[in-house]
């Protein structure tokens, strides 16, 4: 499978422990987002890497959330002491360093976090 | 305000309707634009860039209002597979950055 992978899946946990998810992109895409997506609402942006570099980040990422793309291949994103609105589905998604992002972005089928 | 604002509907149409859906962006700044499509509990999948000039993909159509910051998609004859959730999404560079900013989304239910 040469998509965008994300894991886990699927996670469950109790308020005030710390998850942690990881993203592998397709293997050529330079460019790295993280988005959150609730019910009946659109993704959220949350940040974005090129290649290790992470060059934006939303004001919705919290200093409990944090993410590194440490050789600019995977990504990590960790929430710390989750709250029950972390509850949400966590989308990865990359793009290859040239072209509009609109139309080259390929998302990961994303990890759902639900805290108890 | 948010950034990008769209009817959350539901839409509920018989098949072989005609369906319109309309979405307003705020940033000026805004590049490009598309809608998406999300099904149930799945990723968004792009359907369709928008231009200025008004495009088309079999029975979809789009267009968009640069001056009224204003997007639009058509759906002709509906099937039930287009069934989903559509999300508006328009492209803004802040800082060399290529951000996508979506909107809630609108969803769709055709039935028979």
């Known amino acids: 499978d040469t998509g965008v992978s994300q894991d886990p899946r699927h996670k469950i946990t109790k308020r005030g422990q710390n998850v942690t998810f990881r993203c592998d992109p397709i293997?050529?895409?330079?460019?790295l987002y993280w988005y959150r997506q609730t019910l009946g609402q659109g993704p959220e942006f949350l940040t974005y890497f090129q290649n290790e570099a992470q060059l934006e980040k939303s004001r919705l990422l919290s200093d409990r959330f944090s993410a590194e793309r440490p050789k600019g291949s995977f990504s990590t994103l960790e929430i710390q002491r989750t709250e029950q609105g972390d509850s949400a589905m966590y989308l990865c998604?990359?793009?290859?360093?040239?072209?509009?992002?609109?139309?080259?972005?390929?998302f990961g089928e994303g990890s759902w976090l639900t805290v108890v | 305000r948010k950034e990008v604002e769209q009817d959350p509907g539901p839409f509920n149409v018989p098949e072989g309707a005609t369906v319109a859906f309309n979405c307003t962006y705020s940033n000026s700044a805004s590049q490009s634009f598309f809608w998406y499509r999300q099904d149930c509990r799945k990723e968004p999948k792009l359907l369709m860039s928008?231009?200025?000039s008004g495009n088309e993909d079999g029975r979809f159509t789009a267009q968009l209002n640069r001056a009224s910051q204003y997007i639009s998609l058509l759906i002709r004859d509906s099937k039930l597979s287009d069934s989903a959730t559509y999300l508006c999404?328009?492209?803004?560079?802040?800082?060399?950055?290529?951000?996508?900013?979506f909107g809630t989304g609108t969803r769709l239910q055709v039935f028979p």
């Open positions: 293997s050529e895409h330079n460019r």
């Open positions: 928008v231009y200025s």
């Open positions: 999404v328009v492209l803004i560079v802040p800082y060399n950055t290529d951000k996508l900013i």
């Open positions: 998604a990359s793009t290859p360093n040239s072209g509009n992002a609109g139309n080259t972005i390929y």
